[in-house]
Nanobody, 125 residues
């Protein structure tokens, strides 16, 4: 059974940093694209960042470009999201996801097959 478990969320002041991790189990995803999405209160879930199977191609939402960095460690079956210069608008539940059958990264939620339960990130101003 595939499981994705996010960690690293919490409360941080504006301007601070957090590093999210997403560990996959039940299957190796070293040949699969992975991504991060987020959902703020009262809003729809939105794309944040995505990475292809090698880590050589990454995509970012305009709102986080230059502040967030997605990376992966295939040996650990884990994807990371380094978040710097956090803003109140980054407050959301953050979800990681995996494309079960594709190596290429995608910005679209319907391209992902497995999802984690989410981790809360709260940025205080």
């Amino acid at each position: 059974q595939v499981q994705l478990v996010e960690s690293g969320g919490g409360l941080v002041q504006a301007g601070g940093s957090l590093r999210l991790s997403c560990a996959a189990s039940g299957r190796t995803f070293s040949s699969n694209a992975m991504g991060w999405f987020r959902q703020a209160p009262g809003k729809e879930r939105e794309f944040v960042a995505a990475i292809n199977w090698t880590g050589g191609t990454t995509y970012y939402a305009d709102s986080v470009k230059g502040r967030f960095t997605i990376s992966r460690d295939n040996a650990k079956n884990t994807v990371y999201l380094q978040m710097n210069s956090l803003e109140s608008g980054d407050t959301a539940v953050y979800y990681c996801a995996v494309r079960a059958n594709f190596a290429s990264a995608s910005r679209y939620q319907n391209g992902y097959d497995y999802w984690g339960q989410g981790t809360q990130v709260t940025v205080s101003s």
